[in-house]
């Protein structure tokens, strides 16, 4: 696995700190788990999205691929 770093403002360092702590793990499984969550969550939304513009301009694209 390669490194990352990131250059967190103080108040959000402390608070990753505070929440790992908080939860009995380090800050970068925290952060892992975050960047995971995040990932997923966008992923979905951009697949909606793509699909909701799919369904949108469907009769258009069928026109262009003629």
Same mark, same amino acid.
Request: hydrophobic share 40%; charged share 40%; proline share 3%.
């Given at each position: 696995?390669?490194? $990352?770093?990131?250059? $967190?403002? #103080? ?15 380090? #800050?970068? *499984? *925290? ?9 997923? *969550? *966008? ?5 909606? +999205? ?13 026109? +262009?691929?003629?």
């Amino acid at each position: 696995m390669s490194e $990352l770093a990131l250059n $967190l403002e #103080p108040a959000v360092r402390r608070a990753l700190h505070d929440l790992a702590d908080a939860r009995g793990r380090t #800050p970068e *499984e *925290e952060a892992q788990e975050a960047v995971r969550r995040h990932l997923h *969550e *966008e992923g979905e939304r951009v697949r909606a +999205l793509a699909e909701h513009l799919a369904r949108a301009h469907a009769d258009l694209l069928r026109r +262009l691929g003629e």
